[in-house]
Structures are given as structure tokens and as C-alpha cells.
């Protein structure tokens, strides 16, 4: 045999013991950067995926959650304060802000129709409704108050309905009626905390928003 021959005989059985020769060093480079790249996107397209999947749960989600963690406050027909320590165990509202006092209150409306009444202070009071399953459904500051109260009902589109057909002529024009689209939702006081020393007050504020079903 020839050495030519011997030669490549010798590289062949090489080959088969010691698998394919190695590729240049370039193209190994360029294979594991591309690797790289490919579990790069990959990564960033399932966190892209989780994130929106996140962000349209979180009204669904956090609303439901609230409505369960604070079904049991305001029964005894006043808001109740949520401590920013947590001290309750209970979650702070989404949009809480640490230079406000929060209290809330639930409300039932199969029991029937809810009156909350609001006395203006010192400190800027905002009352919110939110239904079920997320949204404000109305807002309402204490610029609105008369003679230094706010007061509203709370009710279903049918008690709304029922109690237009009970009423005698100029009763409505007295009372400001917000329709709920849930039965269950939450009432959300809060007073703005100018100084630390207007805390006191604020609490007393926000706890004092009254909230019981109407006559």
C-alpha cells in the first residue's frame, strides 16, 4: 500500500475512534453565540408573555382578593381603618399612598340599599366605589358637601327603580342615588395627611364615614 493511502486509512480510523474533526475555533464561537441568542429571545418572550398575562389579571385578581380580605369590615355600619403597618393582617389597597389614612367599608346589596354619609373636616376627605371584580364605579370629594355632609345611596338599577316608584314628587332631588353593578363591592375613604400631627385627625376623619343600610 501506498503511504498516500496509509496516510488517509490512518486519518479515517481516527476520525471514527475520536468522532468529526473539531470546527475552527471561529465557528465554535459563532454556534454558542448563537446559542446564547436563541435562549436570550427565547427568555424574553415568555417574560413578555407572563407580564401581560400579569397585568390583565391584576384588576380581576387584586379586586377579588379585596372584596374577600375586607368583606368583614364597616358592619357594624362604620369604615374601618387599614393600617399602613399591616397590623390587621390586611392588605393595603393597589393605589394606597402612604400620605393618606385609608378606611374602608363592604357592602351586601342583596340586604338591601346602602347610605353612606361623609362629614367634611379639616383635611381633604375622597370617598370611592369600587364593584366586584375590579373598577371605580364613582367618586366623590368632600367639595361636594352640603351644609358639611356628603351622604349618597348605594343600590342595585332594580332597588334604584323600586325606590323612583315610591317616591313622592321633589323626594329624588334630595338624595343623590349611585348605582352599583354588583351586589358586593367596597367603600374606600380617604383623608389626605398634610403634617404628622394631622394624623389623629385624619383617622377620625376617615373612621367616621358612616355607612349602613338605608331606611
Known sequence: MSTAGHDASR??????????????RGARLTA?????????????VLAAIVHIVTILLI?????????????????????ELISASGDRGLPLPREADPATVTAVCSYDLAAGPMRVVARAGTLPLGLTLHRRGGGVIYAITDRA???????????????RDER?????EGEA?????????????LIV??????????????????????????D
Open 145 to 159: 358637601a352640603i351644609r358639611g355632609v356628603v351622604e349618597f345611596l348605594v343600590m342595585t338599577e332594580e332597588q
Open 164 to 168: 323612583i316608584a315610591r317616591d313622592e
Open 189 to 214: 375613604a380617604r383623608v389626605l395627611v398634610r403634617q404628622p400631627s394631622d394624623r389623629a385627625d385624619a383617622e377620625a376623619l376617615a373612621s367616621g364615614v358612616a355607612c349602613g343600610l338605608a
Open 11 to 24: 486519518d479515517a480510523s481516527a476520525a471514527a475512534r475520536y468522532g468529526s474533526p473539531r470546527l475552527p
Open 173 to 185: 332631588a334630595r338624595e343623590l342615588r349611585v348605582v352599583s353593578e354588583t351586589d358586593q363591592g
Open 32 to 44: 454558542a453565540v448563537r446559542r446564547l441568542l436563541l435562549a436570550t429571545v427565547a427568555g424574553l
Open 59 to 79: 384588576p380581576v385578581l387584586s379586586a377579588s382578593d379585596a372584596i374577600t380580605a375586607y368583606r368583614a369590615l364597616g358592619t357594624g355600619g362604620r369604615a
